[in-house]
């Protein structure tokens, strides 16, 4: 049995983590979140110790290392975005490996300073990329696979997943502390086109406002229009008479992808390969830490060229 902290507990991420520590038979020590709706925790561990306080949550984890020799195994962080980097940290100097949500960091020079990190304390930083071990784009990675080098496949990306004024409020409203709407809602989905389908070549920002962005890229193997909203305007009409909030779509060569189920145990499958001694690390995360920030930087050229039908 393995010994786990988890930070940002009071998340709406946070049950995911919970939930695979303990169906892989592990055991939640402590928890940390300034927010104190924690509830949630008594259905996984009711016995962890949780803190609203870094610095007694903090201390907590030293107490148990110097006066109960009792040391973490892991540190899971489920925080604001732009924490991700000082939790790592916080994780690697405890003498654990750390599993971080995405994105693992903000900005791709995060990722040299924190391999430095890691090779100073020996220890690893894991990246929640569970988009890798869904049935269905783990076929279809195979499928472009065992397509000629050359082909190119002509892919759509739609994702609308509507949120309220609660969110310009809070930190993921907040473009130096989420990254903004491409990197908050998209990080997970540039991960996974580039790992189906190869290098970046081209990154085009069509359109980038607080609550849509779109755009275009280049891979390998792809040519890719994209777009993401938070804003429930902008669902098709069918979506909105059945009273859903959520529009997700990816074709390719205008063939619909199915994977709007077999979400549900995928941070768990995650879990389990980080503790086989497998899963995704530093360098996994480094494309779309690299594409995110691009897309930040870059400047919206309008509906020019390849652009989403969406625009």
Known sequence: MKHFALIG????????????????????????????????????????????????????????????????DFVSICSPNYLHDAHI???????????????????????????????KTGKKIYNILQLRVHPSIIALREKVQQAPKDTKFDVDLTYLTSRGHWYFTSWKGD?????????????????????????????????????????????????????LSINADYLPGEIKEKGQTTFRSITINGEELEF??????LHTMVYRDILEGKGYGLEAARTAIEIVHDIRQAEPVGKKGSYHPFI
């Not at 791709?108 to 300073?113: A, G, Y």
Request: proline share 3%; charged share 30%; net charge negative.
């Open 9 to 72: 507990a009071a998340g709406y991420i946070a049950p995911r983590h919970m939930k695979a520590i303990k169906d892989t038979g592990n055991n939640l020590l402590a928890a940390y979140d300034k927010g104190d709706s924690v509830g949630v925790i008594d259905s996984y561990f009711p016995k962890a110790d949780f803190f609203v306080e870094f610095e007694r949550f903090d201390r907590h984890i030293e107490k148990l290392k110097y006066e109960k020799e009792t040391y973490l």
């Open 89 to 119: 940290r916080f994780a690697l100097r405890s003498g654990a490996d750390a599993i971080c949500e995405k994105p693992l960091v903000l900005n791709p020079w995060n990722v040299d300073k924190l391999k430095h990190v890691e090779e």
């Open 175 to 227: 473009m130096s502390k989420s990254g903004g709407i491409a990197t908050n809602i998209g990080v997970h989905f540039y991960d996974m086109l580039s790992w189906i389908f190869g290098d970046v070549q081209e990154n085009i920002v069509h359109v980038h406002e607080e609550d849509r962005a779109a755009g275009y890229l280049e891979f390998e193997n792809a040519r890719v229009r994209w777009f």
């Open 260 to 265: 709007s189920g077999g979400f549900t145990d």
